[in-house]
């Protein structure tokens, strides 16, 4: 259990990097875009 609940941290947290990293390029290309 200790060994899944782990494992189901890592993948979140990957899982939250991968959005803000995705999230922060469309930011900046819909500003570069606008400005």
Known sequence: MISLTTNVCIVWKRLILMI????AIIFGTSVSHAA
């Open 20 to 23: 803000a990293f995705l999230g």
